[in-house]
Structure formats: structure tokens, C-alpha cells
């Protein structure tokens, strides 16, 4: 299983910015994903998940501002964000639930500029 994320970059509060990450191998193409962000000194922690169902939710800090989508025949997750905040900054990953294990990406970094 191999996740490519991309998308990330450097923008200014309130811009927006749409993160994509490619599925490869041996990952369903409604497998559970998620987007995770890691701030410089802070721990990894969960933005947005989408369910197999297609469920998608969201922590409270983007809530209304981020949507999470996917595209099952191109095996791609997105996340878009808008009204994005300084506070956004961090690199950001997607992870796959694939064979019983956790598959993640590499990561791409996402600067917002106030």
C-alpha cells in the first residue's frame, strides 16, 4: 500500500488550499481514511476521517471550514480547506486502514502566513 499526499503550500489566512493523496496497492477503494496534521512540537492529531460508509467527520477546530471527499474509482482522498487560520500551519498526512494495519503517507506542509 502506498499513499502520495500533495497539494500543501504556503498561503495567506482566510486562502484556501485542497490537499490530495493518492491510493495505491493493495488498499480498498473504500477504505477508512483520514487526513492528520503535526504542528511543529505538537503532537499528530486527527482533522478529518471518512468512513467506508462515506461518513465523513471532523475535529472541532475545522469544523465548517474543511471538507474531506474521495474519489473511488481514482482511489484519491481530498481535503479541501478554506478560511484557513496561522494556526493551520502543519504538516499534513493522510492515513489508510488497509489489511489490519495503518497505512500513512509522507506528508505535505501547509504554511498559512497571517
Do not use: N
Not at 48 to 53: E, H, K, T
Amino acid at each position: 500500500v502506498q499513499l502520495q499526499a500533495s497539494g500543501g503550500g504556503l498561503v495567506q489566512a482566510g486562502g484556501s488550499l485542497r490537499l490530495s493523496c493518492a491510493a495505491s496497492g493493495f488498499i480498498p477503494s473504500t477504505a477508512p481514511m483520514g487526513w492528520y496534521r503535526q504542528a511543529s512540537g505538537k503532537e499528530r492529531e486527527l482533522v478529518a476521517r471518512i468512513a467506508s460508509s462515506g461518513e465523513a467527520s471532523y475535529s472541532d477546530s475545522v469544523k465548517g471550514r474543511f471538507t474531506i471527499s474521495r474519489d473511488i474509482r481514482k482511489k484519491m482522498l481530498y481535503l479541501q480547506m478554506a478560511d484557513l487560520k496561522p494556526e493551520d500551519t502543519a504538516v499534513y498526512y493522510c492515513k489508510g486502514y488497509a489489511r489490519g494495519y495503518d497505512h500513512w503517507g509522507q506528508g505535505t506542509q501547509v504554511t498559512v502566513s497571517s
